[in-house]
């Protein structure tokens, strides 16, 4: 299985500006750039790689965690997880991606805390996209709503 993004960028590192486009739509023609990626805390310059690999993050570790709660038995109501990627200033120059940061809130009916805390360990561990980002850190804040 493959899918796919397109990067276009034109301009100077800090000048330039790009889009990004993606296989299925859900990314078309959306804009990119420097002060997006590093000057703009509130986020509405455009998106950026860290926020789009948030949000990977985030849909991949809800989706194996749905798995894990429907084989024990005990299906969600509604997992609402978020991934706030941090990056800066690497200490060999340029910038680095440090920590993907975790946080769900679940609604699980039937399942006690330790139980739905064990198995959003094992989505953490297991899903994917943090496989992919085994070179950082990743923590977890979970609990029941």
């Known amino acids: ?3 796919q993004a397109t990067a276009i960028w034109k301009g100077s590192l800090t000048e330039g500006s790009g889009t990004l486009e993606t296989q299925s739509g859900a990314f078309n023609v959306a804009p990119y ?3 997006g990626r590093f000057q703009d805390e509130s986020g509405k310059s455009g998106t950026n790689p860290e926020e789009l690999i948030a949000a990977a993050h985030a849909g991949c570790f809800a989706m194996q965690l749905s798995y894990f709660l ?3 038995g005990t ?3 509604k997992l609402d997880a978020k991934a706030v990627v941090s990056y800066g200033p690497a200490a060999d120059g340029g910038f680095e991606i440090t920590e993907s940061a975790l946080t769900l809130i679940g609604t ?3 399942i006690d805390a330790a139980k739905f805390k064990e198995l959003a360990d ?3 561990a297991g899903c994917p996209v943090s496989k992919a980002l085994g070179a950082i850190k990743i923590t ?3 609990r029941l709503a």
Do not use: C, Y
């Open 1 to 3: 299985m493959h899918r």
């Open 33 to 35: 750039s420097f002060k």
């Open 70 to 72: 429907a084989e024990n």
């Open 75 to 77: 299906p969600a109501e």
């Open 108 to 110: 699980v009916p039937g």
């Open 122 to 124: 094992q989505a953490k």
């Open 140 to 142: 977890l804040d979970a």
